[in-house]
């Protein structure tokens, strides 16, 4: 089979390879779409933590059962995506709920070679059965909704909460439309690029800036309950303090390893917010699933660049320079 894989250094190559072999209770899925998300991008670079090199990226793809093991027979067929999240079961992190922290992690894309192939190998227990006849390139992002599924919840964002979302990257619209899921408004968004900031308000935001232009937002009935950062930098988290209320709360959800910037804790204290990191799906599959599946989550604006394996460079390059509108690079497999 064919596979896109990473070297780190900016270094990727398609290469052939042996289908997977599937270890004790995991199946063989034949893969139809998979994305690359900002975690592939650092990925590519060589600057992300805890995987491999050598390493087939893909955690955010949809496809069809190709093989199971025994008692799975009839999953053989079905159409599925899957949690890249392979904790132990055993450690402490594992055993409290948390397996994104697990201390023996194994991580599809990550760890282990994912779905930027043919075929990928996943345990039975991770994949989530989709509805006939759901459009696979929608079901690719049941992983990144799965995350700003659980940034909402974990932030505990309620009905009629003011709203803004720095960083309208893939993972930032998915925040945006599951805040306005919720019956939250969001006020507010950002970003660089602004075919990004003409979609989060098509989407529904109210506004839509750069963030050189944010406004100063100044009295109590003009900053807003929640934050989300979605964009990753470490100076957004400045940002973010502004524009939230006395009392409100901040979600993490982007980031990038290594990034740094200073930041004054006692705003803080003085303010009284919340500062809450999120990572990972937390999850929340199935909600997304039936989210994706019933049309309350539009996945159509931002999966703008659907490709084949061979085009992976120029694709890659528009995605990291985010240049011709591009927010998600989606493979299109069913041919390999």
Same mark, same amino acid.
């Given at each position: 089979?064919?596979?896109?894989?990473?070297?780190? %250094?900016?270094?990727?190559?398609?290469?052939?390879?042996? @289908?997977?072999?599937?270890?004790?209770?995991?199946?063989?899925?034949?893969?139809?779409?998979?994305?690359?998300?900002?975690?592939?991008?650092?990925?590519?670079?060589?600057?992300?933590?805890?995987?491999?090199?050598?390493?087939?990226? %893909?955690?955010?793809?949809?496809?069809?059962?190709? *093989?199971?093991?025994?008692?799975?027979?009839?999953?053989?067929?079905?159409?599925?995506?899957?949690?890249?999240?392979?904790?132990?079961?055993?450690?402490?992190?594992?055993?409290?709920?948390?397996?994104?922290?697990?201390?023996?992690?194994?991580?599809?894309?990550?760890?282990?070679?994912?779905?930027?192939?043919?075929?990928?190998?996943?345990?039975?227990?991770?994949?989530?059965? #989709?509805?006939?006849?759901?459009?696979?390139?929608?079901? *690719?992002?049941?992983?990144? &909704?799965?995350?700003?599924?659980?940034?909402?919840?974990?932030?505990?964002?309620?009905?009629?909460?003011?709203?803004?979302? #720095?960083?309208?990257?893939?993972?930032?619209?998915?925040? #945006?439309? *599951?805040?306005?899921?919720?019956?939250?408004?969001?006020? &507010?968004?950002?970003?660089?690029?602004?075919? @990004? @900031?003409?979609?989060?308000?098509?989407?529904?935001?109210?506004?839509?800036?750069?963030?050189?232009?944010?406004?100063?937002?100044?009295?109590?009935?003009?900053?807003?309950?929640?934050?989300?950062?979605?964009?990753?930098?470490?100076? *957004?988290?400045?940002?973010?303090?502004?524009?939230?209320?006395?009392?409100?709360?901040?979600?993490?959800?982007?980031?990038?390893?290594?990034?740094?910037?200073?930041?004054?804790?006692?705003?803080?204290?003085?303010?009284?917010?919340?500062?809450?990191?999120?990572?990972?799906?937390?999850?929340?599959?199935?909600?997304?699933?039936?989210?994706?599946?019933?049309?309350?989550?539009?996945? @159509?604006?931002?999966?703008?660049?659907?490709?084949?394996?061979?085009?992976?460079?120029?694709?890659?390059?528009?995605?990291?320079?985010?240049?011709? %509108?591009?927010?998600?690079?989606?493979?299109? #497999?069913?041919?390999?």
């Amino acid at each position: 089979m064919r596979a896109l894989q990473f070297h780190g %250094g900016h270094k990727a190559q398609i290469i052939d390879t042996p @289908r997977p072999e599937a270890p004790p209770g995991w199946g063989v899925v034949k893969v139809h779409y998979c994305c690359l998300c900002g975690s592939d991008l650092w990925l590519y670079r060589g600057k992300w933590h805890g995987n491999r090199y050598p390493i087939v990226p %893909g955690h955010e793809w949809a496809g069809v059962v190709d *093989s199971a093991p025994k008692g799975y027979e009839s999953w053989v067929g079905r159409p599925v995506t899957g949690d890249l999240i392979v904790g132990c079961q055993t450690c402490g992190p594992c055993r409290d709920g948390l397996p994104v922290m697990c201390e023996n992690l194994i991580e599809i894309g990550f760890t282990v070679d994912g779905g930027c192939a043919s075929y990928v190998a996943v345990p039975m227990t991770n994949l989530y059965p #989709l509805p006939e006849g759901m459009d696979l390139a929608a079901a *690719s992002q049941t992983e990144p &909704l799965a995350v700003a599924l659980h940034a909402v919840d974990r932030i505990n964002l309620r009905p009629a909460e003011r709203v803004a979302v #720095l960083g309208a990257g893939g993972i930032g619209q998915l925040i #945006l439309q *599951s805040a306005k899921a919720t019956g939250a408004t969001v006020t &507010l968004a950002t970003d660089l690029v602004a075919e @990004r @900031r003409k979609i989060a308000e098509e989407s529904g935001a109210a506004a839509a800036v750069h963030p050189s232009e944010l406004p100063e937002l100044t009295s109590y009935a003009d900053k807003v309950d929640v934050v989300f950062e979605a964009s990753g930098d470490p100076e *957004s988290v400045v940002r973010a303090l502004d524009l939230v209320r006395p009392g409100g709360r901040v979600c993490l959800v982007g980031y990038q390893v290594g990034a740094e910037h200073a930041l004054e804790t006692a705003r803080l204290p003085l303010s009284y917010a919340s500062l809450v990191g999120v990572m990972g799906p937390g999850g929340k599959y199935r909600e997304a699933v039936d989210l994706l599946a019933n049309g309350a989550i539009d996945t @159509r604006p931002i999966l703008t660049d659907i490709v084949t394996l061979d085009d992976y460079g120029p694709a890659i390059d528009r995605a990291i320079n985010r240049t011709d %509108g591009t927010v998600r690079v989606v493979f299109d #497999l069913r041919g390999e």
